[in-house]
């Protein structure tokens, strides 16, 4: 992958110590070359790395004492400008009921799932949302609308099902006698950009007046993205982008290029078929991602969705400090009650990279295993699990009814998690009074 990538650059540079300039040069070439293998359109590529290479060829680098790690930031710093460097939030009207969203995209982007993962997380934040089931085109369009906004309780208008116009503005009525606050127009799309379908999106757009329009955007799509993206901005303009399956393995390429070719910003991420697997996009944190230096504030934030202050003030010292099996113990729990352990392991820098050496078996039975393991090691062995040697191996394993191997998995494991935190301590530069950005 594009992070699997930018790791190894990376770490080729910090093996070398002090840098030339063909070491810069060479590295260079190689985020180039994966850049491009990830699909980023071949202009934004050539900016970016130019920025890059300039900024790195100052003897402020070269003769730096961490120069590897300068690099690093440099690369960092860009990617993020690249992604649009502030957050940018859903903006809604104070003095309109309802405020109208509008999506719009190709067929199968996931315009239907973002319009019920954002009613949810509308709802979620106070407001009532209604759904306008306006692709009118595909019989079962408004049934799968239906069937998700019936999942997290959010009302779902059809009208009579047959002109997208009319339903479009038959639900702004249906809004304002039900006193929903927030309208979100699902519209059709097509496999391909197509005349009609755009027109159908103006009519659209000039009967509801929309507050926001978002075009839902899906990250696998390659370089076509680019074409896509700069049709929709001329034909019905938009006012930012929702980048729909993240979770797959296309992580970020797509989302390299639009920004910076369409100008609009990226405003939601979307990582699962869950109704609450969509994220306000942090320009900051993608950049992070993408270089495989995990997303700590992610982290953290999930962390605090389920932990109080003192699981939160645990875990921060946790990627600071290295950590024990007993907090390798306390992260599982954490992860189960957070659910979704590969998303969580995903996030980790090279997160990735072990689960696919765990064949993805990271699943629930696994993790009983785990804790049943560390639960029979002793106070001691926990704190130090380096001086758990082939007889206390034995021990542990006859103790929690597993076998050697299994114990050894986990010694080996926590080794990764800990050569990872430790990674990750070097990288991120959070440090231990600093607050989390929001
Ligand atoms: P639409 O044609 O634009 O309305 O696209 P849909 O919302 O129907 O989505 C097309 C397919 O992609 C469906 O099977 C969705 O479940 C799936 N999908 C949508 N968003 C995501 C996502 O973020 N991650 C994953 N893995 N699948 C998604
Ligand atoms: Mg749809």
Not at 10 to 31: C, H, P, Q, V, Y
Not at 271 to 287: C, I, N, Q, T
Not at 364 to 372: D, I, N, R
């Amino acid at each position: 992958s594009l992070s699997d990538r930018l790791q190894g650059t990376f770490d080729k540079l910090r093996g070398k110590g002090r840098l030339t300039e063909d070491d810069i040069n060479s590295a260079m070439r190689e985020i180039r070359m994966a850049l491009l293998e990830a699909d980023v359109n071949y202009r934004v590529v050539k900016t970016f790395v130019s920025a890059c290479k300039e900024k790195c060829m100052t003897s402020e680098v070269l003769d730096s004492l961490t120069p590897a790690q300068n690099v690093v930031m440099i690369v960092l710093d860009q990617l993020t400008k690249l992604l649009g460097s502030t957050e940018s939030k859903l903006v809604l009207a104070q003095n309109r009921t309802p405020n109208v969203i509008m999506l719009v995209g190709l067929q199968g982007s996931g315009k239907t799932t973002a319009a019920a993962k954002l009613a949810y997380l509308l709802k979620g934040q106070g407001h009532s949302p209604l759904l306008a089931a306006c692709d009118t085109h595909r019989p079962a369009a408004a049934d799968q609308l239906q069937t998700l906004g019936n999942e997290i309780s959010v009302p779902v208008f059809r009208g009579d099902g047959k002109d997208a116009v009319a339903v479009a503005r038959d639900s702004i009525q249906e809004a304002v006698d039900h006193l929903n606050d927030i309208v979100i127009v699902d519209t059709a799309g097509r496999l391909q950009v197509d005349e009609e379908m755009m027109q159908e999106a103006v009519d659209i757009k000039s009967a509801v007046k929309p507050d926001q329009i978002l075009m839902v955007v899906d990250a696998m799509t390659g370089q076509d993205i680019v074409n896509v993206v700069r049709e929709f901005a001329e034909r019905v303009d938009f006012d930012g982008v929702i980048m729909s399956k993240l979770d797959g393995d296309a992580r970020g390429g797509g989302a390299l290029s639009v920004r910076e070719v369409t100008g609009k910003p990226i405003k939601f991420v979307s990582m699962g078929e869950k109704p609450d697997s969509l994220e306000v996009f942090h320009p900051d944190r993608m950049a992070k991602r993408i270089l495989g230096m995990g997303d700590v504030y992610g982290i953290i934030e999930q962390a605090q969705k389920v932990a109080d202050e003192k699981q939160v003030e645990d875990a921060e010292r946790m990627l600071l400090e290295g950590f024990t099996m007993d907090d390798y113990l306390g992260q599982l729990q954490q992860i189960r009650k957070m659910g979704g352990l590969q998303k969580m392991i995903g996030m980790l820098p090279g997160g990735e990279r072990m689960l696919q050496q765990a064949g993805n078996q990271a699943d629930e039975s696994q993790l009983t295993k785990v804790e049943s393991i560390i639960r029979s090691m002793t106070k001691e062995e926990r704190k130090k699990p380096k001086k758990i040697n082939g007889q206390r191996r034995k021990r542990i394993a006859a103790g929690s009814g597993h076998t050697v191997q299994d114990v050894n998995q986990v010694l080996k494991q926590w080794d990764q998690m800990n050569k990872m935190m430790g990674k990750m301590r070097q990288m991120t530069q959070v440090s231990p009074k600093g607050k989390k950005k929001g």
